[in-house]
């Protein structure tokens, strides 16, 4: 069975338009690539354009915010209606506090004006309460008046009326080549949550759960989307600074634990074989 489904029209192949190709975004659309799809990219900066060109994918600059103009959001929407599906890899940190919906809000226009047929939209477990319990997908609800900003941008682009189809993906903790979490706490003193379990993923797992979800077209779902295991705060950072020589982060006695995210749903619908489910074996892969 072929992995391209046939929703590209007859003078060329489906296209992903991937918006935000950056440490995630870039092998995302490089693998989609690879797997026969042509492959629209976006980037904030002027340099990493040729970048995307050397790799085979049609980029733009793409600058949301307060500057995003009438005209921008034309050039947008004529730019997506080449897509049959879009990722939108966009993290809430490129929003002022409180202003991520209003970041993507003429995304979401764009979206609808362009005729989109799939959004993928990249989320984050960030969106659980830290407590010491498992989350699960519905803990979390992605509604247009959530409380969380993510959680609200999330609803923007789950169409009530079934204009496209979509899916929304949290990712846990993102770690892989040039991110290698032995640097994210080392040296640090006396830091809290010691007992609390990582919730960790790997960039290639991260890739490979996107690609599969688009080559196999398994929308109308939230997944979380972490590794297997969960080893504590206070044995998983103080060993992955020290595989990279550096000082080991120490943790307060007795501090408290903290949430654990399920990630079965995506397991059990989604074809795709973890590469990285323990990760304290994956730190040579950073």
Known sequence: MSSIPSTGSAAGPPTVAVLGCGWLGLPLARKLLSQGYRVLGTTTTAEQVPLLAAAGI???LLQLGSDFSAADEANLVQWLQQADTLVIN?????????????LLRPLHRA????????????STSGVYPDEPRLMHETDAV???????????????FVPRYGQWLSTVVRLGGLFGPDRPPGRFLAGRRNLPQGNAPTN???????????????????????????????????????????YLGMEPPTFQAGSAGGKTIDA????????????????LAALPYC
Do not use: M
Not at 264 to 279: G, I, M
């Open 58 to 60: 049609e980029s733009r």
């Open 90 to 102: 966009i993290p809430p940190r490129a929003a002022v506090a409180g202003g991520y919906p209003q």
């Open 111 to 122: 979206v609808a004006a362009a005729h989109i047929k799939s959004v993928l939209f990249v």
């Open 142 to 156: 992605s509604t247009r008046d959530a409380a969380s900003d993510v959680l609200r941008t999330e609803g923007h």
């Open 200 to 242: 960790l993923l790997h960039l290639t797992d991260a890739v490979g759960v996107l690609s599969t979800i688009i080559t196999q077209n398994i929308w109308g779902h939230t997944f979380n989307v972490c590794a297997l295991t969960h080893p504590l705060r206070r044995d998983f950072y103080p060993a992955a600074a020290t």
């Open 264 to 279: 079965s749903l995506v397991r059990s619908l989604v074809p795709y074989s973890f590469q990285h489910d323990d990760v």
